[in-house]
């Protein structure tokens, strides 16, 4: 007799006993995304270059990866994310932020106060000028 639901019910009770299982553990997070794409590129790299060096590293991420998703120390692990997406801003937030930086070079010149060290910013073409500190009140002269 065939049993109602077969493979449904079988997959919903597996379903149910790995959630019962997840309970307390960390999951899945942005650095674990990014080193399974970063598996993924080195697996494409290994179909081009035959070594073992990259096996062994795609292996150990790997096995990172599910250390880090089955661990019940979730604040370490929130904390290593954290790290993570910080550098990760720090990153894109200087290619972001690249070409105004370039545009801005073109019309200004950043000055240092000797003083106390804030940074001013003087349009170019205007000569020797004398150049006042907003924060500390201090002058000095440079060319723009």
């Known amino acids: ?23 307390g553990r960390y ?16 697996v494409v790299v290994s179909l081009f270059v035959r070594t073992n060096v990259l096996f062994f590293l795609e292996l150990a991420l790997l096995i990172w990866i599910y250390f880090r998703m089955f661990s019940k120390n979730t604040g370490r692990r ?10 990760r801003f720090q990153v894109t937030e200087g290619w972001r932020k690249w070409p105004a930086r370039i545009r801005e070079a073109r019309q200004y010149k950043i000055f240092k106060c000797p003083n106390c060290g804030q940074k001013l910013r003087i349009p170019r073409g205007h000569g020797k000028i004398s150049i006042h500190c907003r924060k500390c009140g201090h002058d000095f002269t440079g060319k723009s």
């Open 78 to 87: 929130f904390h290593e994310n954290q790290s993570y997406l910080n550098l």
């Open 27 to 42: 999951g899945s997070d942005e650095l674990n995304r990014f080193l399974s794409g970063l598996i993924l590129v080195l």
């Open 1 to 23: 007799m065939k049993q109602k639901g077969g493979w449904r019910e079988l997959f919903r009770r597996w379903q149910m006993s790995f959630a019962r299982f997840m309970v």
